[in-house]
């Protein structure tokens, strides 16, 4: 008998697709990248350099569980400045990026069989996340038409007794929607309705290009019943530094705190110092950087339309396309494959993110502009012989 027996309930864990299709990419030489769900700009040289110092000063010893105050001060304050989110340092815990904060509300919640009600297509590490918690994932497939989300009514429909949290996020990965205030008060208002908690992953609030961010925890009624999930990976360029955290009442902290502590013991103290700094002195860089990712979005989108089979809305938020593909007569994993092959171009299939996310793709438009026309260019090419 083999020594490594791994758990039943794992035997049958495979890499998702966007792996299989990340994989395949590496080998391709003179690739058009545009599968990748981070920044291509590094982090800024003030926010290494904060770090660095912090680092020779000794900032070297175990952090504090929760974070650091300063940092959880400069949280609060940025979501005020940004956002007029009203929010204390007791109420934010710094997390192994954004994905440790989902984690740990999932650990801390749910009982076996408790079921949670997601938005699709979404980052599908959530699936994975409320399964290995013993939870049961609700999809709620999006609609084109509503700018890519359910409707409250679509949530409404997939509560049963068993439901605890619905998992919503604002602007949207894969799809790139963004909730206006009316969509986010009507999913708020079944929340409360149904006695529901709230996971409203606002990762990518800073890119914005249609209406304005609309923080969950900021309507009536929905800060006490909602936990946002937030970072540096994408505002600041900061994914490598693995820092997130999560804004939550204090009750469900305390247990995340204590859960924390057999996994991570708090989170780097050379990430929070340079997150710390990102916070208080990078508003005009993040601004600029925006401008940049909306300038590369409009200019995809204009390109995708006037291709044969291809049809892509006005991006609304973060650095993502959704086209739907369907017209040019191949499924969206045939198409990803098909494009990878013929263009050398590397996009994730819909599918990736949820079946609902069927006759789409996703297109990071995470390279400069040059590359990006070379990308388009190619594309238009394949799909035009
Ligand atoms: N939420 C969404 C929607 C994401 O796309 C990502 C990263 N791709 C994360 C959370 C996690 O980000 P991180 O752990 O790097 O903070």
């Known amino acids: 008998m083999p020594a490594v027996k791994i758990a039943d309930r794992f035997s049958s864990l495979q ?3 966007m792996i299989k299709i990340f994989q395949a990419a590496a080998a391709v030489e003179d690739l058009s990248n545009l599968s990748i769900g981070e920044p291509d700009f590094h982090t800024e040289p003030g926010i290494v350099n904060a770090a660095a110092k912090a680092a020779l000063e000794g900032c070297t010893h175990y952090p504090p569980l929760q974070g650091f105050e300063d940092l959880r001060k400069e949280i609060c304050a940025y979501w005020k400045r940004h956002h007029g989110l009203e929010t204390e340092p007791e109420s934010i815990l710094l997390t192994v990026g954004g994905l440790q904060a ?18 699709e297509p979404c980052f599908t590490a959530y699936f994975q996340q409320v399964e290995n918690n013993g939870g049961v994932v609700v999809p709620v497939p999006s609609r084109e038409e509503n700018g890519f989300f359910p409707t409250a009514e679509d949530f409404e429909k997939a509560v ?15 799809t790139g929607g963004v909730l206006t205030r009316e969509q986010a008060g009507g999913i708020a208002d079944v929340a409360k309705r149904h006695d529901l908690f709230v996971l409203s992953d606002e990762i990518y609030e800073a890119f914005i290009y249609a209406g304005k961010h609309v923080p969950l925890a900021s309507l009536p009624g929905m800060k006490e019943r909602t936990m946002t999930v937030s970072g540096f990976s994408k505002s600041h360029c900061m994914t490598g530094w693995r820092i997130g955290y999560a804004m939550a009442p204090a009750e469900l902290l305390k247990v995340m705190i204590t859960l924390s502590v057999s996994q991570t013991y708090g989170v ?8 710390a700094f990102a916070l208080a002195t990078q508003d005009e860089k993040v601004k600029a950087r925006t401008a940049e990712y909306e300038k590369r979005v409009r200019y995809c989108a204009g390109r995708l339309n006037t291709m044969p089979g291809v049809t892509c809305p006005e991006p609304r938020g973060a650095f993502y ?10 499924n969206d994993e045939e198409f990803a494959w098909w494009l990878l092959e013929k263009a050398k171009v590397a996009v994730i299939p819909g ?12 297109i990071a438009c995470t390279l400069g502009m040059d590359d990006l026309k070379k990308a388009m260019d190619r594309m238009e090419e394949a799909l035009s012989r």
């Open 351 to 362: 599918t990736a993110f949820g079946a609902s996310g069927a006759g789409h793709v996703r």
């Open 160 to 174: 049963t007794p068993r439901t605890k949290i619905l998992v919503i996020n604002s602007p949207c990965n894969p």
């Open 102 to 119: 989902a984690h740990l509300c999932f650990q801390a919640m749910l009982n076996p069989g408790d079921e949670v009600v997601i938005a």
């Open 321 to 330: 396309l959704f086209p739907d593909i369907s017209g040019t007569g191949r």
């Open 15 to 17: 890499p998702s697709s």
């Open 268 to 275: 780097n103290t050379l990430a929070q110092k340079g997150a």
